[in-house]
């Protein structure tokens, strides 16, 4: 069976997010799916398979972590994307069923894959207590993002800010569904990217994410709102880092990047 690592919101190998992605004809049992995604060990594994012609959708595709099963997940979507149209098994727009809706990835012309995705509903909360001294920081703003993704949402003061960082991962735990989502606008917009972010999400197993294509989905209306603009860039300012272009069209936000298959294996249990 074949397994490959492709990595995410980059254009160039070691960059981005990893992904492992498997092309299925069913799915197995669910603790086959999960003692994969250890083995894997990248913040996600996507397991894709073909649906009959006619339906509202071509692939069924689930995501995990190496500790659970997610609802939603940019960065493993595309790579499942490019996989399917690098080795032709899926041509044009692909529809793909998943616990958060059909998702959309559309190939562009110059290499890219977008995303369709639902926008997060962002809901003001007042700051946790506690949640400063765990992130190292003073919070501007906080919101919850909604069901699909449980994020905590926090503005900080600058971009410095968010690179500093140094959070309390177990600390954090506590504190949302998934993780916590911090963010700043960008010091210096003529470098490409308009707001800058990092994702610590400690409760499925991943410190700290490369990066998140479903925080965009929050991240997308707070700064649009901010900025006065629906079409965006955004900076995941990890150690590997990567840049995600975002559009808000209301209730759907679009995300897109490229991608690169860095391995193609063989998988044999």
Not at 99 to 108: H, I, M, N, Q, W
């Amino acid at each position: 069976m074949r397994i490959r690592i492709v990595d995410a919101f980059t254009d160039r190998p070691f960059a981005g997010n990893p992904a492992g992605v498997l092309l299925l004809d069913s799915f197995p049992g669910d603790a086959w799916l999960q003692n994969v995604a250890v083995e894997v060990n990248h913040a996600e594994t996507a397991f894709t398979h073909p649906l009959p012609a006619g339906g509202e959708a071509d692939w069924a595709l689930r995501w995990f972590t190496p500790t659970t099963e997610v609802a939603l997940c940019g960065h493993a979507t595309l790579a499942a994307a490019h996989v399917l149209h690098t080795t032709g098994a899926h041509r044009g727009p692909v529809r793909f069923t998943t616990r958060s809706g059909v998702l959309v990835a559309t190939p562009g012309d110059d290499g890219s894959i977008t995303l369709d995705f639902p926008t997060a509903p962002l809901t003001p909360v007042a700051a946790p207590n506690g949640v400063a001294e765990a992130l190292g920081a003073e919070p501007l703003a906080t919101f919850d993002t909604g069901p699909n993704t449980g994020d905590l949402l926090i503005e900080v003061a600058d971009e410095r800010t968010v690179l500093g960082l140094t959070p309390d991962h177990n600390a954090l735990a506590r504190y949302s569904k998934r993780g916590i989502i911090t963010t700043a606008r960008a010091e210096d917009p003529s470098r490409g990217y308009d707001f800058v972010s990092r994702c610590f999400f400690p409760n499925v197993g991943i410190d700290e994410d490369p990066v998140t294509g479903s925080a965009h989905t929050a991240l997308a209306p707070f700064w649009s709102e901010r900025l006065g603009r629906t079409t965006l860039t955004g900076l995941q300012a990890s150690p590997r880092s990567g840049l995600v272009r975002t559009e808000l069209r209301g209730e759907r936000t679009l995300l897109t990047g490229h991608a690169v298959t860095v391995v193609d294996g063989e998988l044999l249990a």
